[in-house]
């Protein structure tokens, strides 16, 4: 490839300001996903509808690595994947089609975010899936799905299947595939997959231990999501609370994702 993210000309200015405040909150989610080693190469997708319209999304320019990956490089597709607008990069459609059957069935799922880790992938495998252990759990298993492997997902008739088992869940275990996470927001979605993936990491390296695991009683785990999002809620949400902070971190380190 000869043209890099850091080439792309700036659409600042050129695109909305909601769509760009979008944008920029998309290409930071990327760089965290690298950050926080959940990336599988080019291989795993977060979109983003853009503001005010039902049917465009925003993507990864498929071959840019996820820390490469600017606000203005990221590509505008439609709900069947094609371009909608001049991009020199192209586009992985068969990889949307996941994200296509949720934004279809889910208005409130603006952005979606779905990853290959090790940890997300060895829980999936798993027949018992995702167990009340920790508190983290706590968060991922108050709105938690599952979806059974039927290969690759490369078919439009799997899109029915990941859409109802997804329901009006906020994450969705893939079986021996990997892990998904729906939000109102990109903040939403990222901190699902934080604590889904935190919640997996957890299950796995306490099973290598290969002591008994303590589960929680599901009342205790009920009271403590309903105390947490209450607390939570006071404070405006969690990703009002920590977003900007991660968005800070990422200035600190390296602000090209705002190009």
Known sequence: MTVTALEIPSLQGKVSPEEWAVRVDLAAAYRLVSRYGWEDLVFTHISARVPGTEDHFLINPYGLFFD?????????????????????????????????????????????LHTHTLNGV??????????????HSLYALNSLGYHDFEGPALDDDEKPRL?????????????????????ETVADAFLAMYYLEASCAIQVRAQSGGG??????KAVMEKGYAQATASQRQQGGQGRLVWPGLLRRLDRIDPTFRN
């Not at 490089?73 to 001049?86: A, F, P, R, T, W």
């Not at 949307?96 to 979606?112: E, G, L, P, Y």
């Not at 008994?212 to 009683?217: F, G, S």
Request: hydrophobic share 40%.
């Open 212 to 217: 008994e695991l303590i589960p929680v009683p």
């Open 163 to 183: 859409a109802a088992d997804l329901g009006d869940h906020r994450g969705l275990i893939l079986r021996n595939h990997g892990l998904l996470t729906v939000g």
């Open 68 to 112: 490469e990956i600017t606000a203005s490089s990221l590509v505008k597709i439609d709900q069947q994947g094609n371009k909608l607008e001049d991009s020199p990069f192209p586009v992985n459609q068969a990889g949307f089609v996941i994200h296509s059957a949720i934004h279809a069935a889910r208005h409130d799922a603006k952005c979606v």
């Open 122 to 135: 060895a829980v999936s495998t798993q027949r018992a899936g995702l167990l009340p252990i920790s508190q």
